[in-house]
Protein backbone atom coordinates (compact mmCIF):
# COMPACT_ATOMS: atom_id res chain seq x y z
CA UNK A 1 0.00 0.00 0.00
CA UNK A 2 1.49 3.38 -0.82
CA UNK A 3 1.37 5.54 2.01
CA UNK A 4 -0.74 8.41 0.77
CA UNK A 5 -4.79 7.65 0.76
CA UNK A 6 -5.19 6.65 4.12
CA UNK A 7 -8.81 6.84 5.55
CA UNK A 8 -8.46 9.16 8.61
CA UNK A 9 -10.37 7.82 11.69
CA UNK A 10 -9.66 6.69 15.62
CA UNK A 11 -6.25 4.21 15.28
CA UNK A 12 -7.60 2.59 18.44
CA UNK A 13 -10.11 0.52 18.56
CA UNK A 14 -12.26 -0.67 21.65
CA UNK A 15 -12.30 -4.58 23.25
CA UNK A 16 -15.47 -4.98 21.36
CA UNK A 17 -14.47 -3.84 18.06
CA UNK A 18 -11.36 -6.41 18.03
CA UNK A 19 -13.68 -9.00 18.77
CA UNK A 20 -15.45 -7.94 15.57
CA UNK A 21 -11.99 -8.13 13.61
CA UNK A 22 -11.58 -11.60 14.34
CA UNK A 23 -14.15 -13.21 11.79
CA UNK A 24 -12.48 -10.68 9.08
CA UNK A 25 -8.91 -12.03 10.00
CA UNK A 26 -10.33 -15.72 9.69
CA UNK A 27 -11.69 -15.56 6.33
CA UNK A 28 -8.67 -13.72 5.04
CA UNK A 29 -6.55 -16.67 6.60
CA UNK A 30 -8.88 -19.38 5.07
CA UNK A 31 -8.32 -17.34 1.23
CA UNK A 32 -4.04 -17.80 2.10
CA UNK A 33 -5.00 -21.21 3.32
CA UNK A 34 -6.71 -22.53 -0.18
CA UNK A 35 -4.45 -20.19 -1.85
CA UNK A 36 -1.32 -21.86 -0.32
CA UNK A 37 -2.72 -25.76 -1.22
CA UNK A 38 -3.54 -24.98 -4.65
CA UNK A 39 -0.57 -22.61 -6.07
CA UNK A 40 1.30 -25.02 -8.53
CA UNK A 41 3.10 -24.49 -11.68
CA UNK A 42 0.60 -24.52 -14.60
CA UNK A 43 -2.56 -22.85 -12.47
CA UNK A 44 -3.49 -18.98 -13.71
CA UNK A 45 -3.90 -16.53 -11.06
CA UNK A 46 -7.14 -16.00 -12.23
CA UNK A 47 -8.00 -19.80 -11.03
CA UNK A 48 -6.37 -18.58 -7.23
CA UNK A 49 -8.44 -15.78 -7.69
CA UNK A 50 -11.57 -17.74 -7.65
CA UNK A 51 -10.17 -19.86 -4.65
CA UNK A 52 -9.86 -16.48 -2.64
CA UNK A 53 -13.02 -15.65 -3.27
CA UNK A 54 -14.76 -18.75 -2.54
CA UNK A 55 -13.01 -19.38 0.32
CA UNK A 56 -13.90 -16.38 2.03
CA UNK A 57 -17.25 -16.25 0.76
CA UNK A 58 -17.61 -19.67 2.49
CA UNK A 59 -17.04 -18.19 6.03
CA UNK A 60 -19.96 -15.46 5.37
CA UNK A 61 -17.06 -12.97 4.20
CA UNK A 62 -16.94 -10.98 0.98
CA UNK A 63 -13.63 -9.93 -0.80
CA UNK A 64 -13.05 -6.41 0.25
CA UNK A 65 -10.08 -5.67 -2.66
CA UNK A 66 -13.12 -5.80 -4.98
CA UNK A 67 -14.43 -2.41 -2.75
CA UNK A 68 -11.38 -0.43 -4.08
CA UNK A 69 -12.86 1.78 -6.81
CA UNK A 70 -11.76 -0.21 -10.43
CA UNK A 71 -10.65 -3.33 -8.99
CA UNK A 72 -12.62 -6.36 -9.68
CA UNK A 73 -10.66 -9.25 -8.29
CA UNK A 74 -10.50 -10.71 -4.60
CA UNK A 75 -6.50 -11.24 -4.62
CA UNK A 76 -3.73 -9.12 -6.31
CA UNK A 77 -1.07 -11.73 -8.12
CA UNK A 78 2.25 -10.36 -8.12
CA UNK A 79 4.46 -12.53 -10.19
CA UNK A 80 8.42 -12.67 -10.24
CA UNK A 81 9.51 -8.27 -10.78
CA UNK A 82 5.34 -7.61 -10.31
CA UNK A 83 6.15 -6.00 -7.12
CA UNK A 84 2.28 -5.22 -6.09
CA UNK A 85 -0.81 -4.45 -6.77
CA UNK A 86 -0.79 -7.20 -10.10
CA UNK A 87 -3.75 -8.03 -11.66
CA UNK A 88 -4.61 -11.57 -11.89
CA UNK A 89 -4.63 -12.93 -15.46
CA UNK A 90 -4.59 -15.87 -17.50
CA UNK A 91 -1.21 -16.68 -17.51
CA UNK A 92 0.27 -20.23 -16.21
CA UNK A 93 2.18 -20.11 -13.45
CA UNK A 94 5.19 -21.96 -14.19
CA UNK A 95 8.04 -23.84 -12.73
CA UNK A 96 10.77 -21.09 -11.33
CA UNK A 97 7.97 -18.21 -10.70
CA UNK A 98 8.03 -16.49 -7.12
CA UNK A 99 4.81 -15.39 -6.62
CA UNK A 100 3.25 -13.07 -3.74
CA UNK A 101 -0.15 -13.84 -3.20
CA UNK A 102 -1.85 -10.59 -1.30
CA UNK A 103 -5.71 -10.97 -0.07
CA UNK A 104 -8.19 -9.18 2.23
CA UNK A 105 -11.81 -10.04 3.05
CA UNK A 106 -14.64 -8.12 4.99
CA UNK A 107 -17.01 -9.09 7.39
CA UNK A 108 -19.76 -7.34 9.02
CA UNK A 109 -17.75 -4.43 8.38
CA UNK A 110 -14.88 -4.81 9.52
CA UNK A 111 -11.60 -5.75 7.63
CA UNK A 112 -9.26 -8.00 7.12
CA UNK A 113 -5.68 -8.46 5.35
CA UNK A 114 -2.28 -10.67 4.59
CA UNK A 115 -0.07 -11.77 1.81
CA UNK A 116 2.47 -14.65 1.53
CA UNK A 117 4.87 -15.83 -1.15
CA UNK A 118 5.02 -18.86 -2.79
CA UNK A 119 8.26 -20.26 -4.74
CA UNK A 120 7.44 -22.87 -7.79
CA UNK A 121 10.89 -25.13 -7.78
CA UNK A 122 12.61 -25.16 -11.08
CA UNK A 123 14.54 -28.10 -10.80
CA UNK A 124 16.10 -27.41 -13.78
CA UNK A 125 17.51 -24.28 -11.75
CA UNK A 126 18.51 -24.57 -8.84
CA UNK A 127 20.30 -21.88 -8.17
CA UNK A 128 17.19 -20.03 -9.24
CA UNK A 129 14.64 -22.00 -6.61
CA UNK A 130 17.33 -21.01 -4.09
CA UNK A 131 17.52 -17.38 -4.75
CA UNK A 132 13.69 -17.25 -4.25
CA UNK A 133 13.42 -19.03 -1.61
CA UNK A 134 15.93 -16.77 0.36
CA UNK A 135 14.15 -13.81 -0.80
CA UNK A 136 10.82 -15.19 0.54
CA UNK A 137 12.29 -16.62 3.80
CA UNK A 138 14.18 -13.69 4.70
CA UNK A 139 11.07 -11.25 3.88
CA UNK A 140 9.08 -13.90 6.25
CA UNK A 141 11.09 -13.36 8.92
CA UNK A 142 11.27 -9.57 8.27
CA UNK A 143 7.75 -10.01 8.88
CA UNK A 144 7.62 -12.05 11.86
CA UNK A 145 10.54 -9.35 13.21
CA UNK A 146 7.98 -6.65 12.71
CA UNK A 147 5.23 -8.14 14.87
CA UNK A 148 7.63 -9.35 17.64
CA UNK A 149 8.84 -6.16 17.90
CA UNK A 150 5.06 -4.90 17.99
CA UNK A 151 4.84 -6.74 21.43
CA UNK A 152 7.07 -4.39 23.22
CA UNK A 153 7.23 -1.34 21.17
CA UNK A 154 6.46 1.86 23.02
CA UNK A 155 5.89 3.63 18.89
CA UNK A 156 4.59 1.92 15.91
CA UNK A 157 7.39 3.30 13.93
CA UNK A 158 9.85 0.72 15.90
CA UNK A 159 8.50 -1.78 13.78
CA UNK A 160 10.01 -0.54 10.56
CA UNK A 161 13.36 -0.48 12.26
CA UNK A 162 13.02 -4.06 13.12
CA UNK A 163 12.12 -5.21 9.83
CA UNK A 164 14.97 -3.36 8.29
CA UNK A 165 17.36 -4.56 10.89
CA UNK A 166 16.90 -7.89 9.40
CA UNK A 167 16.91 -7.87 6.21
CA UNK A 168 20.16 -5.97 6.48
CA UNK A 169 21.73 -8.30 8.83
CA UNK A 170 20.78 -11.14 6.55
CA UNK A 171 21.31 -9.85 2.77
CA UNK A 172 21.63 -6.80 0.57
CA UNK A 173 18.22 -6.57 -0.46
CA UNK A 174 15.93 -3.24 -0.98
CA UNK A 175 13.50 -2.23 1.35
CA UNK A 176 10.83 -0.66 -0.83
CA UNK A 177 9.99 2.36 0.78
CA UNK A 178 7.04 3.90 -1.47
CA UNK A 179 4.58 0.99 -0.34
CA UNK A 180 4.14 0.09 3.36
CA UNK A 181 1.85 -1.02 6.01
CA UNK A 182 -1.41 0.49 6.99
CA UNK A 183 -3.62 0.91 9.93
CA UNK A 184 -7.29 -1.25 9.10
CA UNK A 185 -10.42 -1.69 10.80
CA UNK A 186 -13.77 -0.61 9.42
CA UNK A 187 -11.77 0.09 6.24
CA UNK A 188 -9.09 -1.86 4.91
CA UNK A 189 -6.80 0.93 4.57
CA UNK A 190 -6.45 3.13 7.34
CA UNK A 191 -4.16 5.36 9.84
CA UNK A 192 -1.03 5.26 10.65
CA UNK A 193 1.00 3.93 8.27
CA UNK A 194 3.38 1.23 9.43
CA UNK A 195 6.84 1.87 7.77
CA UNK A 196 9.35 -0.60 6.89
CA UNK A 197 12.34 1.42 7.08
CA UNK A 198 13.30 3.85 10.21
CA UNK A 199 11.83 7.01 10.79
CA UNK A 200 12.18 10.42 12.17
CA UNK A 201 9.13 10.49 13.55
CA UNK A 202 8.16 7.92 16.40
CA UNK A 203 4.61 7.04 15.51
CA UNK A 204 1.79 6.57 17.57
CA UNK A 205 1.22 4.88 20.50
CA UNK A 206 1.46 1.20 20.84
CA UNK A 207 -1.46 0.80 23.22
CA UNK A 208 -4.65 -1.90 23.57
CA UNK A 209 -6.83 -1.11 20.14
CA UNK A 210 -4.23 -0.76 17.58
CA UNK A 211 -4.76 -2.82 14.65
CA UNK A 212 -2.41 -2.59 12.05
CA UNK A 213 -1.23 -4.31 8.97
CA UNK A 214 2.63 -5.26 8.93
CA UNK A 215 3.66 -6.11 5.61
CA UNK A 216 6.99 -5.80 4.14
CA UNK A 217 7.93 -5.61 0.68
CA UNK A 218 11.63 -6.91 -0.79
CA UNK A 219 12.89 -6.79 -3.83
CA UNK A 220 16.30 -8.45 -4.92
CA UNK A 221 17.92 -5.73 -6.14
CA UNK A 222 16.68 -2.08 -6.22
CA UNK A 223 13.51 -0.29 -4.64
CA UNK A 224 12.34 2.03 -7.88
CA UNK A 225 9.20 0.48 -9.42
CA UNK A 226 7.09 1.73 -11.96
CA UNK A 227 3.28 1.46 -12.59
CA UNK A 228 1.99 -0.61 -15.89
CA UNK A 229 0.20 0.49 -18.74
CA UNK A 230 -3.03 -1.06 -16.19
CA UNK A 231 -2.46 1.66 -13.25
CA UNK A 232 -2.45 -1.53 -10.79
CA UNK A 233 0.53 -3.70 -11.47
CA UNK A 234 3.83 -1.93 -9.84
CA UNK A 235 6.81 -4.03 -11.32
CA UNK A 236 10.44 -3.16 -10.11
CA UNK A 237 12.15 -1.06 -12.69
CA UNK A 238 15.85 -3.18 -12.62
CA UNK A 239 13.66 -6.25 -13.38
CA UNK A 240 14.29 -7.99 -10.14
CA UNK A 241 12.56 -10.39 -8.16
CA UNK A 242 10.49 -9.05 -5.36
CA UNK A 243 8.71 -10.65 -2.20
CA UNK A 244 5.79 -10.02 -0.16
CA UNK A 245 4.64 -11.11 3.65
CA UNK A 246 1.67 -9.96 5.81
CA UNK A 247 -0.51 -10.26 8.72
CA UNK A 248 -3.18 -8.25 10.59
CA UNK A 249 -2.34 -7.69 14.03
CA UNK A 250 -4.04 -6.58 16.93
CA UNK A 251 -2.45 -4.91 20.31
CA UNK A 252 -4.95 -5.76 23.10
CA UNK A 253 -4.97 -5.43 26.91
CA UNK A 254 -3.37 -8.78 27.92
CA UNK A 255 -1.06 -8.76 24.25
CA UNK A 256 -0.98 -9.22 20.50
CA UNK A 257 -2.77 -11.34 18.47
CA UNK A 258 -2.29 -11.98 14.60
CA UNK A 259 -5.93 -11.87 13.43
CA UNK A 260 -4.85 -13.25 9.74
CA UNK A 261 -3.24 -16.30 11.13
CA UNK A 262 -4.83 -19.51 12.16
CA UNK A 263 -2.82 -20.39 15.37
CA UNK A 264 -2.86 -16.32 16.18
CA UNK A 265 0.77 -16.05 14.94
CA UNK A 266 2.18 -18.77 17.60
CA UNK A 267 4.22 -20.57 15.44
CA UNK A 268 5.48 -17.90 13.68
CA UNK A 269 6.62 -15.91 16.85
CA UNK A 270 7.68 -18.67 19.63
CA UNK A 271 10.90 -18.75 18.08
CA UNK A 272 11.59 -15.05 18.77
CA UNK A 273 10.49 -15.31 21.96
CA UNK A 274 6.94 -13.71 21.99
CA UNK A 275 3.56 -15.43 22.86
CA UNK A 276 0.34 -14.35 21.03
CA UNK A 277 -2.74 -14.11 23.60
CA UNK A 278 -6.40 -14.35 22.48
CA UNK A 279 -8.51 -11.63 22.53
CA UNK A 280 -10.33 -11.97 25.37
Known amino acids: MSPRGFLRRSIYKSPAQLRLMIEPGLATAAALTAMREAVRPGITTLELDA ?7 ARGGAPNFMLEPGYRHTICANVNEHVVHAIPTERPLAAGDIVALDAGA ?3 GWHGDAAFTAVLPDFADDAR ?19 ARLATAKHLNEVGAAVSSYVRAQSDYGVLEDYIGHGIGRAMHEDP ?10 GPEVKPGLVVAI ?6 GGIETDIEDDDWTVTMSDGSMSAQWE ?8 GIWVLTAEDGGASGLAPLGVHPVPIP
Open 247 to 254: HTVAVHER
Open 215 to 220: EPIISA
Open 106 to 108: VVG
Open 129 to 147: TAANQRLSEVTEQAMWHGI
Open 51 to 57: IAESAIR
Open 193 to 202: PVFNVPTRRR
